[in-house]
C-alpha cells in the first residue's frame, strides 16, 4: 500500500504535513526529506498504538487472526 503525503510550508520555514489517508499522522521536517521520514514515523506510531489498544480489547476471548495485504 502506497500513501500520499500533503506538504505546506509553514511560517516558521518547517515543512508540515500530514497523510492523506490517515490524518491523524501529522509531522514536521526542516526538509521535504526529513518531513518525508517524521511522516512515516507517525504512521508507525500510530498503527502500533491502534495495535495495542485492540490487542487489548481481546484479553482472555477466544479470537482468529488472519493477516490481510492491501494491493
Known amino acids: 500500500m502506497k500513501f500520499t503525503a500533503v506538504i505546506e510550508k509553514g511560517e516558521n520555514g518547517f ?17 521535504v526529506e526529513e518531513l ?7 504512521l508507525k506510531l500510530i498503527l502500533e498504538a491502534n495495535k495495542e489498544l485492540t490487542e487489548k480489547e481481546y484479553v482472555g476471548k477466544t479470537i482468529l ?6 494491493i
Open 65 to 70: 487472526k488472519e493477516e490481510l495485504e492491501l
Open 36 to 42: 518525508k521520514i517524521n511522516l512515516l514515523d507517525a
Open 15 to 31: 515543512f508540515v504535513g500530514q497523510i492523506e489517508e490517515i490524518p491523524a499522522a501529522l509531522a514536521q521536517g526542516e526538509t
